[in-house]
């Protein structure tokens, strides 16, 4: 079973080519230790663990042009069943459900303006054990240009609700699944935000301090793409990785 409901964020992963790199870069930023798959179909699939609980993974592209890339995943106790949901709501299937050894059925998934997303059915493999502390994950956001399409899609595929808030000058909008904020959706920041560029889906890890987080992730070789700032839910940073994957830190406060 997961450890949370059916179309709530329940894992996130990283492709990437330097995957001995990612074994050196997230466990010094996050405290994290690293657990190989040792099946050798698995290409030194990591699970990464904290104080001991799963809560994030990292494993080689699934094509070699794949750009360096933390993907969502989303809790489903049906994968075939999101499948034809997504077919039929203008999306995308990627890749078809398949089996991940004994540890659940996993797919991919695109919606009509290009974000991709995951969802895990679990068999052996609940998915992350522990969120919303440091080190862990604790919010998934969807930015893309086309909200209004994007509100239709997410209602059809998972039945999430939006909540819309104004943000300043912008509506930033909460995914709403029965009483539960599960997931949020914003506009590109960028007013030149080209046209043709497909949305996505980001992870954010909670950390103590977003300063000394981004800081650090400087220090061993990361870039910080977004300095610290206060946002209503924390003070965060968007950052990127040494090979390119763009994460974000924040810290929720007490």
Same mark, same amino acid.
């Given at each position: 079973?997961?450890? %949370? ?9 990283? !492709? ?5 790199? !990612? ?50 995943? +989303? ?8 499948? $034809?949901?997504?077919?039929?709501? $203008? ?6 459900? #398949?089996?991940?050894?004994?540890? $659940?059925?996993?797919?991919? #998934? ?9 969802? /895990? ?11 919303? %502390?440091?080190?862990?994950?604790? /919010?998934?956001? +969807? ?13 059809? %595929? #998972?039945? /999430? ?13 909460? /995914?709403?699944? $029965? ?46 793409? %977004? ?28």
């Amino acid at each position: 079973m997961s450890t %949370v409901p059916p179309g709530t964020p329940c894992w996130a992963d990283l !492709a990437t080519p330097d995957l001995t790199d !990612a074994r050196r870069f997230y466990p010094e930023l996050f405290g994290w230790t690293g657990q190989v798959t040792p099946e050798p179909e698995a290409g030194g699939y990591t699970v990464f663990l904290l104080d001991g609980k799963p809560v994030a993974g990292a494993g080689p592209p699934a094509i070699p042009d794949q750009i360096p890339i933390w993907s969502t995943y +989303l809790a489903t106790d049906d994968a075939e069943l999101v499948a $034809g949901r997504v077919e039929r709501a $203008g999306g995308q299937v990627v890749v078809p459900p #398949f089996e991940v050894f004994d540890r $659940g059925w996993m797919a991919v #998934f695109a919606d009509p303006a290009g974000a991709t997303f995951s969802v /895990w059915q679990p068999l052996a493999m609940a998915g992350a054990e522990v969120f919303n %502390v440091p080190g862990a994950m604790s /919010w998934n956001e +969807l930015v893309t240009p086309d909200p209004e399409g994007a509100k239709v899609f997410y209602e059809l %595929v #998972f039945g /999430w609700q939006p909540d819309d808030q104004a943000v300043g000058a912008m509506t930033y909008t909460g /995914w709403r699944l $029965g009483t539960q904020i599960v997931a949020g959706m914003m506009p590109p920041l960028a007013d030149d935000f080209p046209a043709d560029l497909p949305a996505y889906w980001t992870v954010y890890f909670a950390v103590a301090d977003a300063d000394a987080a981004a800081a650090r992730a400087a220090e061993l070789g990361g870039t910080i793409l %977004v300095p610290p700032r206060d946002i209503p839910a924390g003070r965060f940073a968007a950052l990127r990785d040494p090979q390119g994957a763009l994460f974000s830190v924040i810290d929720l406060g007490p």
